[in-house]
């Protein structure tokens, strides 16, 4: 009995024993680890400014209020939503009353022309007159005052006419520009009065980034120089087009544009723009993107002496559009891990190969 107790004691110490002379090997097959795929890029050396971060939105260029021209009760109105061309009808008021004008401005200049031609003949026959001695002169010279006074009613009347002509055209509520509907300001059956609104149209094609920008820092903005814009859409590089050179009194800020395409945007999106506040200086630069933030702590990974991963703390003195400058632990001409350096450990065996642009 007491053989098959020590037996059964045994068993679980010698199946300890084995696993204890296992363990320094299966602990140094753990430790290999195959090395890590990285993409890597080279530190540089770049001309750096400081950068202030200010909010800015995305504006068009034509955004208005479009307003009726003539009186009359509003027949239709375009949809919100609608893409409309310049000169694309947008909204038609009631013609019917101007077209009456419109007729009696024609009836009216028929008139004269009739008169006119019956003065004209008066005029010709009072001068034949007056030269045989038939007629005297101041019938002669009212014959010409009367046919001088239709002519000037004449162009009286071809005036109105013109204007009557055109407030029929005008019922047409035409668009200024192209671009989107985006407000109806007045509904089908309302009465319209000259200057009373009738829709907002706003240009989608022509547009601009605008932002307010301290006084201070207008000496180190330059028209064409690229600047940082982030958005929730993503990180883009917009040159300034004007820095307007008056400011605020009072908030002691200028407005600065930035270009920006269309396609890219959507008016009235809010973006942070990053616009230089101090000289440039020259710094080792490495793409942002080899940033890793984690923990509430930056760092970055560069290839080592040894070719094996070294983490270094990023040490950011300036941040310009896609590159951030580092104070120190990197130098001109480090290979810098841009791509997999998230799954990283230090000292861990790499894989690199160059970063190549997408």
């Not at 009738?198 to 301290?214: C, G, H, K, S, Y």
């Not at 930035?258 to 008016?267: E, F, I, N, R």
């Not at 891990?337 to 998230?342: K, M, P, V």
């Given at each position: 009995m007491q053989t098959i107790l020590n037996k059964q004691i045994l068993k679980p110490a010698a199946l300890a024993l084995s696993l204890f002379a296992a363990t320094p090997a299966l602990a140094q097959g753990m430790g290999q680890m195959p090395p890590a795929q990285v993409e890597t890029v080279v530190a540089v050396k770049r001309q750096m400014a400081p950068q202030m971060d200010v909010s800015g939105t995305v504006i068009s260029l034509h955004d208005s209020r479009i307003a009726a021209e003539?009186?009359?009760?509003?027949?239709?109105?375009?949809?919100?939503?609608?893409a409309v061309k310049e000169g694309d009808v947008i909204a038609r008021i009631d013609s019917r009353l101007l077209l009456i004008a419109e007729r009696r401005a024609k009836a009216n200049l028929k008139r004269l022309e009739a008169d006119l031609a019956f003065r004209e003949a008066e005029v010709k026959r009072f001068t034949e007159l007056a030269a045989q001695n038939n007629a005297s002169q101041a019938r002669l010279d009212e014959a010409l005052a009367n046919r001088e006074m239709?002519?000037?009613?004449?162009?009286?009347?071809?005036?109105?006419?013109?204007?009557?002509?055109?407030?029929?055209?005008?019922?047409?509520?035409?668009?200024?520009?192209p671009g989107h509907v985006v407000q109806r300001l007045a509904n089908k059956g309302e009465y319209m009065t000259t200057g009373k609104e009738?829709?907002?149209?706003?240009?989608?094609?022509?547009?601009?980034?605008?932002?307010?920008?301290?006084i201070a820092i207008t000496p180190y903005l330059k028209?064409?120089?690229?600047?940082?814009?982030?958005?929730?859409?993503?990180?883009?590089?917009?040159?300034?087009?004007?820095?307007?050179?008056?400011?605020?009194?009072?908030s002691r800020m200028v407005e600065v544009r930035?270009?920006?395409?269309?396609?890219?945007?959507?008016?009235s999106t809010p973006v942070m723009v990053s616009l230089p506040k101090g000289d440039k200086i020259e710094a080792v630069a490495v793409p942002r993107d080899a940033i890793i933030i984690?923990?509430?702590?930056?760092?970055l990974f560069k290839v080592g002496a040894d070719g094996k991963a070294e983490r270094v703390n990023a040490d950011i003195s300036a941040t310009v559009g896609l590159w951030v400058a580092l104070a120190s632990g990197v130098e001109a001409g480090d290979q810098?891990?841009?791509?997999?350096?998230?799954?990283l450990q230090p000292g861990q065996s790499l894989n690199p190969t160059p970063h190549t642009e997408q």
């Open positions: 003539v009186e009359g009760p509003l027949l239709w109105v375009a949809d919100v939503g609608a239709t002519r000037q009613a004449m162009a009286d009347a071809r005036a109105s006419l013109d204007r009557a002509s055109g407030d029929v055209a005008r019922t047409e509520i035409r668009a200024p520009f009738v829709l907002r149209l706003v240009d989608t094609q022509n547009i601009e980034i605008a932002m307010p920008a301290p028209t064409g120089e690229a600047v940082t814009v982030k958005s929730e859409r993503g990180t883009f590089m917009q040159p300034i087009r004007t820095v307007v050179p008056v400011g605020d009194a009072i930035l270009s920006a395409d269309a396609k890219d945007w959507v008016v984690k923990g509430g702590s930056a760092y810098i891990i841009i791509r997999g350096g998230e799954r």
